[in-house]
């Protein structure tokens, strides 16, 4: 079974620029969550998305946009691009929203803002 | 203060070693408890997950969790090279959102 796969890889943009990072879950999975890695840090919450609804959103600009398509993949949007925005950008999936359900996370995709 | 804390390390062990891994909370609300390994470059794999208190045993993998002292705790018996990872504890309330809180990682390095 294939595991959370998300694209691109790698990205470099310039500040100012936008970029939309793609992610496809587990299959059966119905809920998508978006994480933001800084170098040395852990990863923090941007947004969790079920069943093509937001559910939940961290404490991230505006900038910061995300939806989920009818086949549950998900797409997270950034605009006007700044340096601090330079990160690993975790997408995780799981079954739902049940108290139970794990998240399972991709590779990630790193971004460089120059 | 943050919601979670973890000691960033890193921590050298001999291969073969115990090594025990450790977070603190502050929020009372979190009942639901991870253990993530990240290797570098690579997205977090799930070790361990555990609900409230008590001990949850896999393979060499031991996580305890002690609500009353807000600490959670991951052994890892018979440590070996390719055990080498960052690892992270995350927690979540289980309501609302579901989100995962992320302690910053603990870097472990096992010696051959």
């Known amino acids: 079974d294939a595991g959370v796969t998300q694209s691109p890889t790698h990205l470099i943009k310039t500040r100012g620029q936008h970029v939309t990072l793609r992610c496809s879950p587990i299959?059966?999975?119905?809920?998508v969550s978006w994480y933001q890695q800084v170098l040395g840090q852990g990863p923090q919450f941007i947004f969790q998305?079920?069943?093509?609804?937001?559910?939940g959103r961290g404490n991230f600009p505006d900038r910061f946009s995300a939806r989920q398509f009818p086949n549950y993949s998900s797409e997270l949007n950034v605009n006007a691009l700044l340096l601090g925005d330079s990160a690993l950008y975790l997408c995780?999936?799981?079954?739902?929203?049940?108290?139970?359900?794990?998240?399972?996370f991709g590779p990630g995709t790193r971004l460089t803002v120059l | 203060q943050k919601e979670v804390e973890q000691d960033p390390g890193p921590l050298s062990v001999p291969e073969g070693a115990i090594v025990s891994l450790n977070c603190t909370y502050s929020?009372?609300?979190?009942?639901?408890f991870m253990w993530y390994r990240q290797y570098s470059r690579k997205g977090p794999e799930l070790l361990m997950y555990?609900?409230?208190?008590g001990n949850k045993e896999d393979g060499r993998f031991t996580a305890q969790v002690d609500k009353s002292s807000k600490y959670i705790s991951l052994f890892i018996r018979d440590s070996q090279p390719s055990d080498s990872a960052t690892y992270l504890c995350?927690?979540?309330?289980?309501?609302?959102?579901?989100?995962?809180?992320f302690g910053t990682g603990t870097r472990l390095k096992v010696l051959a």
């Open positions: 995780a999936s799981s079954l739902g929203l049940a108290r139970t359900d794990t998240q399972y």
């Open positions: 299959s059966g999975h119905k809920s």
């Open positions: 998305y079920y069943e093509k609804e937001e559910r």
């Open positions: 929020n009372s609300a979190f009942q639901y």
């Open positions: 555990t609900y409230s208190s």
């Open positions: 995350a927690m979540s309330a289980g309501s609302g959102t579901y989100k995962y809180i």
